[in-house]
């Protein structure tokens, strides 16, 4: 079964600063990736997505990640942070259901 | 196009109550499914349904009834609500099942609190 590692609880960034969000996936076959945002008491919000093709994928907002097969990795990058990024993030992979990851909270201090 | 939309946006429910999330999507997309947020544990499947008369078990589908009588609706139902059902509920769909990649709609979500 597939699952979604995202080893950092809690990320606190100052506003300006480059962000990176760590995710590692297991899964067996080619993935499929997502990273969604939520911010306080809203939905969530596709970032960006990964099927196949260019390992870097640009995403709204500013954000990219990057696919790393060996490393089973599709970790989430922005080089500038705004304060209104403040919120969670969620990476998740694909198979007949998404399997999300705890989610990372990011806190930008000014 | 008004995507996924839920209802209520806020529920409070006493312990053994009973009711009905509504989640409606006029996307025509076949595929629709529940999920619960819990602190720490991400989102969680509860149940899916790849169309119309179809459902399955997620993750977590104790103490969650379904039902998917037509394309555009798919309620989930709470038969005797316990605090351990206090959590925030999204429902999702897609134009077809996930594992093809189709990107996956979200509703804004329900924030049920069970005293």
């Known amino acids: 079964a597939q699952s979604v590692t995202q080893p950092d609880i809690h990320i606190t960034v100052s506003e300006g600063a480059s962000l990176e969000l760590r995710c590692n996936y297991s899964?067996?076959?080619?993935?499929?990736l997502f990273w969604y945002v939520q911010s306080p008491g809203q939905g969530l919000q596709l970032l960006l997505k990964?099927?196949?093709?260019?390992?870097l994928v640009q995403g709204i907002k500013g954000f990219e990640a990057e696919f790393k097969r060996s490393q089973s990795s599709f970790n989430l990058r922005k080089p500038s942070v705004h304060w209104s990024d403040a919120a969670e993030y969620f990476c998740?992979?694909?198979?007949?259901?998404?399997?999300f990851g705890a989610g990372t909270t990011v806190t930008v201090r000014a | 196009n008004a995507g996924v939309t839920q209802t209520p946006k806020f529920q409070v429910l006493k312990t053994g109550q009973s009711m009905t999330l509504q989640c409606a999507q006029d996307?025509?997309?076949?595929?629709m499914s529940w999920y619960r947020q819990d602190p720490g544990m991400g989102l969680r499947l509860i149940h899916y349904?790849?169309?119309?008369?179809?459902?399955d078990q997620g993750e977590v589908p104790n103490g969650y009834n379904v039902s998917r009588s037509t394309t555009e609706d798919f309620p989930l139902r709470l038969l005797s609500a316990a605090p351990s059902q206090t959590s925030v509920y999204f429902c999702?769909?897609?134009?077809?099942?996930?594992?093809?990649?189709?990107?996956?709609?979200f509703g804004e979500g329900s924030w049920l609190t069970v005293v």
């Open positions: 998740a992979v694909v198979d007949y259901k998404l399997s």
């Open positions: 999702a769909s897609s134009y077809s099942g996930t594992g093809t990649g189709n990107t996956i709609y």
């Open positions: 349904s790849v169309g119309a008369g179809i459902t």
């Open positions: 990964y099927f196949s093709g260019d390992t």
């Open positions: 899964y067996g076959a080619t993935p499929y």
């Open positions: 996307m025509n997309h076949e595929y």
